[in-house]
């Protein structure tokens, strides 16, 4: 039976050993979300109801783990009222202790005046800008009237279903409680309110281990690859395939890349070698092939001596397989993780994050003052007021069912089944993601032909060859994410059309 990780109640990321048995393996995994801090205290539950089917248990086994955690005081429950972690927890959870102090440039203080005293660079209390939107995708023309009848290319969301009533709510409550001093200089590395929601939100859905001191806010992946570039020496390893977006990114900044090959597995770690300093990786959901990285190979990279760097590009967004933790948990010391709100929000936003580890904060802080001083405070404030009212984990969870949907739609007019509507094509790794990689038969039109049909029709994708350096297959990136509810089916309609017709030598 197919298991339904669409997700119910607030997300929560559990990975359940059922080799004792399910409920003891669930009791387990939620003592040590507890212990290690991922469930902090006061975090309300998911019903019974809502993790059983999120979790493919029975319904009593969920029951029975929460009373025996219950009994053993990390759990609380009161008649009327959602489960919620005890409000002392058992073991108190192993954090990195406070990073280094960036070094003030040149007319920069990075001790902000206060009303007492000046707090030192990881106890300011000041905004930082979550920025995000991985450009993993050909951006939309900025003139309007160029825009394609159907627009179906990868790397944004639909949004036209962007939260507006949640952001407006939490944007009206956070100018009118917040201090005029939000509005002063802010921490390189974003406001601490956003810090500490986004510790809490990572930990509980991603499994990721940081605190608020190690968070950087950034604008985006882009900014993210640039500060690394410039806080570490020598050749960084990228996918292959990868974007390639992100290749020149880090040539513009003057770092050497050399090819990371992928296959049915992931990442062929055992490609990695001393003499690279860090490899830019998608383990949840490779870009593009959608492959999650095999366990003996995560294994393997988390024992590899270099900096790992996690581009998290879409890990809210899982449907039919059981979710994939953030690698980063593994091995918090030595990986970056980096995520952005361009696909869970909007690319407008600009916001996004990094989860650094101790021993590189205060390199990539002071990278960050010198970048742009900071990001923008407002959008981090109301991005925190939605992350701690849990209007981003409803957002995510409508968002996962409408995408997943498409999916669902997209398979079953270009996949393969019954009548096979498009005979020797493959759509490899759509369990999770917002796009879907179609590979073409060798024999038969070229992806140039393809998409130069298809643009004449009014439909925009995007070439999957340029995202190896070589001579790569051909096939087209479809983004199912970014048509509004009323457009998609009409944008999946044309292009199965104009793919069956040219298929067809029509």
Known sequence: MRKDWAGFGVDLHLEVATGGGRRRGLEEALRQAVRDGRLPRGTRLPSTRSLAAELGLSRGTVSAAYDQLVAEGYLATRPGSATEVAGVS???????????????????????????????????????????????????????????????????????????????????????????????????????????????????????????????????????????AQVIDGPIATEEPGHDFYREVLRRAGRETVPLPVDGLGAQVDTLTGATAAAVVTPAHQYPTGVPLHPARRRALREWGGLVVEDDYDGEFRYDRQPVGAFQGTAPDRVVYVGTTSESLAPALRLGWMAVPPSLIGPVAEAKLHADAHTEVLGQLVLARLIETHDYDRHIRAARLRYRRRRELLLARLGPGPGQPLPGVALPGVAAGLRALLLLPEAGPTEAELLAECERRGIALRAASPLWRGDGPGGLLIGYAAPSERAYPHALEALAKTLAGTLAGT
């Open 90 to 228: 058992p073991a108190t959870p192993s954090r990195p202790g406070p990073p280094p102090e960036p070094s003030p440039g040149p007319g920069h203080d990075l001790r902000l005046p206060s009303a007492h005293s000046a707090a030192p660079l990881h106890d300011l209390r000041l905004p930082s800008d979550p920025s995000a939107a991985p450009l993993h995708d050909l951006r939309l023309p900025s003139d309007p009237s160029a825009a394609p009848l159907h627009d179906l290319r990868p790397g944004q969301p639909d949004v036209s279903a962007f939260p507006a009533r949640a952001w407006l709510r939490a944007t009206r409550h956070v100018l009118s409680t917040a201090p005029a001093e939000v509005l002063g200089p802010c921490d390189p590395r974003g406001r601490i309110e956003l810090r500490a929601a986004l510790a809490g939100y990572l930990a509980r859905t991603r499994g990721v281990l940081t605190t608020p001191d190690l968070i950087v806010v950034t604008t985006g992946f882009v900014q993210a690859l640039n500060l690394i």
